[in-house]
């Protein structure tokens, strides 16, 4: 989150405050409060704490200590119980994660078999948002049945005609749909960008076409979340835009380049270094020593989000030495070498890079998780500290 002397990378555990939105999700009514349908889908979501990210219909937000998004909201508004300094701080760097997409409703919007697929192998979808969906340990089997809780029925095929392609690519430019959207392989340039606003790439594989046209006019009345606003546009001319979505052709997306791999630096690298540029920054918030955490070593620590705990602490130097456990619970140290020759740190840092180039690296799940990837150069003063002995 930030950084500095007075920063505690986990949140104290405390109350939820009274009036937070996401307290309006429903606890079992709408769609899914018949107990059968998508039941293993529940019981999957509150495996893997989807609700620490997402407002869900039939799911309690989580406690606070556990409330992602929540907390970063409230420190964007300057509402969390922490002194002003602190709030001022962390204000600029949480202020980007406090956005995530609600799926109260996300069933009448888009295609069960595209959220099944993208919960068991998950992509950029929303270009202007920092974070992306967590490649997290779901299995073909269990992301259907989440899918199926998040999207009880799966709609109707809809046509839509090839001839009004040109009328609705001229209301989409008219209309200023490219101030909040990208939509890569159109040709069209974003002039601006929403970070909830999905890269339209995606809409004809994405968006349930029985209702894309309803969506286009007014998304809260399919979706009372929607930040998305009612356009101005009669049927016909929402039909013509949905045609312009959903058949017009588009370029194949540009490969994402890898950053380069960097050779070991000459000079001498310390573990302080490291700590600030690296360790800090980017792993203490998941990899904690619960007594420095408030009693929570994170996700990488106590375990979350479905993984289980594997005792992590990248907090400190003697925590970081002692490594973790791996799956049986047995001792193993972060140093290794993997099958590669490159050591476990670094191979986790690597991954990440390919997982943002659409790559999935077997048996390695890139960190940080669901975050952007570190520099080549980051990469490089891990990898330095590591091959000089890990010296102090």
Not at 314 to 329: F, N, R
Request: proline share 9%.
């Amino acid at each position: 989150m930030a950084n500095g002397s007075a920063w505690r990378p986990l949140l104290p555990r405390k109350r939820r405050p009274p009036g937070r939105e996401r307290d309006a999700a429903p606890n079992a009514t709408g769609p899914h409060s018949d107990p059968q349908p998508g039941r293993e889908g529940l019981e999957l979501i509150g495996r893997y704490e989807c609700n620490r990210c997402h407002a869900i219909d039939g799911v309690d937000p989580p406690d606070a200590h556990a409330d992602c998004v929540g907390c970063h909201r409230d420190i964007t508004r300057g509402t969390f119980d922490a002194p002003a300094d602190a709030l001022a701080d962390w204000r600029p760097r949480v202020e980007p994660l406090s956005q995530t997409p609600s799926l109260r409703h996300v069933g009448e919007r888009l295609r069960r078999d595209w959220i099944a697929e993208f919960l068991a192998h998950p992509h950029d979808v929303r270009p202007a948002l920092v974070q992306t969906m967590p490649r997290l340990d779901i299995g073909a089997r269990e992301a259907r049945s989440i899918a199926i809780y998040l999207a009880p029925s799966v709609g109707e095929p809809a046509g839509f005609d090839a001839a009004d392609i040109p009328q609705g690519r001229a209301l989409y430019v008219e209309r200023g749909c490219a101030g909040c959207h990208a939509f890569g392989g159109s040709g069209i340039a974003a002039t601006a960008s929403h970070p909830l606003a999905p890269d339209l790439r995606f809409a004809r594989d994405r968006v349930r076409l029985d209702r894309l046209v309803a969506w286009i006019r007014d998304p809260a009345a399919l979706d009372p979340d929607a930040s998305m606003p009612a356009a101005d546009l009669t049927e016909p001319e929402a039909r013509a835009v949905a045609a312009f979505l959903v058949l017009a052709a588009r370029e194949p997306a540009p490969a994402r380049e890898l950053p380069e791999r960097l050779p070991v630096l000459d000079r001498t690298v310390s573990f302080a270094e490291v700590q600030a540029r690296v360790f800090r920054r980017v792993c203490w918030h998941c990899h904690s020593d619960p007594d420095f955490g408030l009693g929570d070593g994170g996700p990488g620590n106590d375990g979350g989000f479905g993984f289980v705990g594997r005792h992590l602490d990248l907090s400190s130097y003697e925590g970081i030495l002692s490594g973790g456990t791996d799956a049986s619970g047995d001792a193993v140290s972060i140093f290794r070498l993997g099958e590669a020759g490159v050591p476990r740190l670094v191979e986790t840092l690597l991954a990440r890079q390919r997982e943002e180039a659409g790559e999935e690296v077997e048996g390695v799940r890139g960190m940080p998780l669901g975050m952007p990837s570190v520099s080549a150069e980051d990469v490089q003063l891990v990898e330095t500290w590591i091959a000089q002995g890990r010296s102090m």
